[in-house]
């Protein structure tokens, strides 16, 4: 497995690979790699002769106060997990490398105004902007992003749509721990109580599955979800949604496919979850 630092480096590598009509694929990441990534890589192993893993922790989605300076960072061990997992290629580059001021963003609207996009205003310019750069520079034939972060994998469908883009987005499960709680990088922050109380997230979801699928409308799929989360001391919710799985508005009737999203604060730890219903 190979390393690069420069935009240079990975286009002469993806060029080469090009013309031996190899196919690639893309994992886009901030590092800090966990079994969810793994699955993402392995699935990207699987799927193209090529598999190129971006570790960089992105400036331009992280707001004022976000926690950009704190964000786990272990290049090494991603290095290794990308390499057990079938990577040929893992892209680290520096913020230098990817953005020069002034920059030129990308911005998704609709999608990126409801949910996380509520109180992290600029957090899906950030995404859009840096996957857009990642797409114009590897130029994969297929990307790969977790459904956990199902709002992002949204926009970033419009986006190739939009933008013409001839990659194809490839949705990926949520990968949990034992006991229900999504893997993510942030669960590093949390406490060995925080740790616990954070169950009530998949608690919620467990519950929001239930009350869905016995016929019942938005409103008491979120009373139960809230319930649940209110129930716990530590948490703070910052959103608990019913949405249109395509457009991430609103919806009071489940009469088509849904996304019921959340994110809730653990102590100053703020984690997110999903889960999707389809009508049949």
Same mark, same amino acid.
């Given at each position: 497995m190979k390393t690069a630092n420069t935009v240079n480096e990975v286009r002469s590598i993806v060029r080469e690979w090009k013309k031996q009509g190899l196919?690639?694929?893309?994992?886009?990441?901030?590092?800090?790699? /966990?079994?969810? /990534?793994a699955s993402l890589i392995k699935r990207a192993h699987e799927e193209n002769d090529r598999v190129v893993v971006s570790d960089f922790v992105n400036p331009t989605q992280f707001g004022p106060n976000e926690d950009l300076e704190s964000y786990p960072r272990d290049f090494e061990?991603?290095?290794?997990?990308?390499?057990?997992?079938?990577a040929d290629?893992?892209? /680290?580059?520096?913020?230098?490398?990817?953005? /020069?001021?002034?920059?030129?963003?990308?911005?998704?609207?609709?999608?990126?105004?409801t949910l996380c996009g509520v109180t992290r205003p600029i957090h899906f310019r950030g995404v859009c902007t840096v996957v857009s750069k990642?797409?114009?520079?590897?130029?994969?034939?297929?990307a790969y992003f977790g459904q956990?972060?199902?709002?992002?994998?949204?926009?970033?469908?419009?986006?190739?749509?939009d933008m013409n883009y001839g990659i194809e987005i490839v949705g990926c499960p949520i990968i949990r721990e034992e006991d229900g709680l999504a893997k993510s990088s942030r669960n590093t922050y949390l406490s060995e109580e925080e740790r616990k109380a954070a169950l009530c997230l998949s608690r919620a979801v467990k519950k929001g599955q239930e009350v869905i699928s016995a016929g019942c409308s938005s409103e008491s799929v979120l009373s139960a979800m809230k319930k649940i989360i209110e129930a716990e001391p530590l948490a703070k919710?910052?959103?608990?949604?019913?949405?249109?799985?395509?457009?991430?508005?609103?919806?009071?009737k489940v009469?088509?496919?849904?996304?019921?999203?959340?994110?809730?604060?653990?102590?100053?730890?703020?984690?997110?979850?999903?889960?999707?219903?389809?009508?049949?």
């Amino acid at each position: 497995m190979k390393t690069a630092n420069t935009v240079n480096e990975v286009r002469s590598i993806v060029r080469e690979w090009k013309k031996q009509g190899l196919s690639v694929g893309l994992v886009p990441t901030m590092g800090f790699l /966990h079994e969810g /990534h793994a699955s993402l890589i392995k699935r990207a192993h699987e799927e193209n002769d090529r598999v190129v893993v971006s570790d960089f922790v992105n400036p331009t989605q992280f707001g004022p106060n976000e926690d950009l300076e704190s964000y786990p960072r272990d290049f090494e061990r991603d290095c290794r997990l990308s390499e057990e997992m079938g990577a040929d290629l893992v892209f /680290h580059p520096e913020p230098s490398e990817m953005y /020069h001021d002034p920059h030129t963003y990308v911005t998704i609207d609709t999608l990126s105004e409801t949910l996380c996009g509520v109180t992290r205003p600029i957090h899906f310019r950030g995404v859009c902007t840096v996957v857009s750069k990642l797409f114009n520079i590897v130029t994969p034939d297929r990307a790969y992003f977790g459904q956990k972060d199902a709002q992002q994998l949204a926009i970033i469908r419009k986006m190739v749509l939009d933008m013409n883009y001839g990659i194809e987005i490839v949705g990926c499960p949520i990968i949990r721990e034992e006991d229900g709680l999504a893997k993510s990088s942030r669960n590093t922050y949390l406490s060995e109580e925080e740790r616990k109380a954070a169950l009530c997230l998949s608690r919620a979801v467990k519950k929001g599955q239930e009350v869905i699928s016995a016929g019942c409308s938005s409103e008491s799929v979120l009373s139960a979800m809230k319930k649940i989360i209110e129930a716990e001391p530590l948490a703070k919710i910052d959103y608990v949604s019913v949405v249109d799985a395509l457009d991430m508005q609103p919806v009071d009737k489940v009469e088509k496919d849904v996304l019921v999203a959340m994110a809730v604060y653990i102590g100053k730890t703020r984690l997110i979850d999903n889960f999707s219903f389809e009508v049949a």
